[in-house]
């Protein structure tokens, strides 16, 4: 938020830096959750010694267990694991693909029973047009996740809703809906200042107004790209960040300046009024950047 053209100040090398973690940790946790979401982050694996009893001991092999998840793909696998539990209970899970479809396909190590995620992408988006009747803007799959699902985002009288399927027994597990913004639904008119700044007032204060730019303000804030992705919020830190008026960018210079204590207010900063040209550290070159900003006091 700190200005690029003039001064320094504590503020810049914390806000720099925040904002640096919060996307090597948020492109980190978006890489993972592609991957795995629902996994396990805090119960240890089983030993080696413990795996491969288990899987000595397993009723049903790797072998067997690959022909079934074959045969009730109507494929062929193209990856496959074993998972042991500390138990000695073991699971295999397979992706298999058949005719372009990619299929996830789980096999009891013991039973031999087989669990498929049979549903196509095709028939996850019947499925969100039933629940919501409309066009879709995009859709995709994580069949890893677990359970293994569709996401598929519908727009509908000027609403997006967004539909989680469960790719096993087709079932909605989830529907949101998203503004056109990321961060805080904002429903209000959209203002657009002389100098480009645009702003939606999500909550408006009843307390004071800062006197002018000298003004130090107490704010809770979350900052978005417009891809949706976040890049810095004091609300994650559970720390409000104070400052001058004066020692940030533009566009928090003037969309702070006219809120009201108790305020809250959805910042649309064009890169003028940021970073620039040419960006700063995380921030990329002409980056339109989006801010919640909650002003909570004055100093």
């Known amino acids: 938020m700190t200005d690029g053209t003039t001064g320094t100040n ?26 795995v979401a629902g996994a396990d982050w805090e119960t240890l694996p089983p030993t080696h010694e413990q795996t491969e009893r288990a899987l000595k001991g397993a009723a049903v092999s790797m072998a067997e267990a690959m022909s079934k998840a074959e045969s009730a793909a109507g494929g062929v696998a193209v990856s496959a694991r074993a998972v042991a539990s500390d138990d000695g209970k073991v699971q295999y899970e397979f992706l298999c693909t058949a005719g372009g479809v990619m299929k996830r396909v789980e096999v009891d190590g013991q039973t ?9 992408l095709n028939a996850a988006v019947a499925k ?13 799959g994580n069949l890893l996740a677990e359970p293994p699902i569709y996401r598929v985002q519908v727009l509908a009288s000027g609403t997006m809703h967004e539909l989680t399927i469960d790719a096993s027994s087709g079932a909605i597990l989830e529907e949101t809906m998203r503004g056109r913004f990321p961060g805080v639904a904002a429903t209000g008119d959209i203002q657009t200042t002389a100098s480009g700044l645009k702003f939606i007032d999500v909550v408006e204060g ?5 006197a002018g730019p000298q003004s130090r303000v ?3 804030y979350t ?14 830190r559970g720390q409000p960040a104070t400052f001058a008026l004066n020692q940030v960018i533009a566009g ?18 064009p890169y003028t009024m940021g970073y620039g040209e040419a960006g ?16 909570l006091g004055l100093e």
């Open 10 to 35: 504590w503020m810049r090398g914390r806000v720099v830096a925040a904002m640096g973690l919060a996307i090597t940790m948020g492109g980190t946790a978006i890489a993972v959750q592609s991957v």
């Open 112 to 120: 031999g029973a087989v669990i498929a995620a049979t549903l196509t």
């Open 128 to 140: 969100a047009l039933e629940r919501v009747p409309g066009v879709v803007k995009m859709a995709d």
């Open 280 to 295: 700063r550290g995380p921030i990329p070159p002409r980056a339109t950047l989006i801010f919640d900003v909650e002003l």
């Open 252 to 269: 928090w210079t003037e969309g702070v300046a006219s809120m009201k204590v108790g305020g809250k207010r959805k910042l649309i900063v």
């Open 218 to 220: 107490k704010v809770h």
């Open 223 to 236: 900052g978005y790209f417009v891809d949706g992705s976040k890049f810095d919020s004091s609300v994650d």
């Open 206 to 210: 009843t307390g004071a107004t800062p």
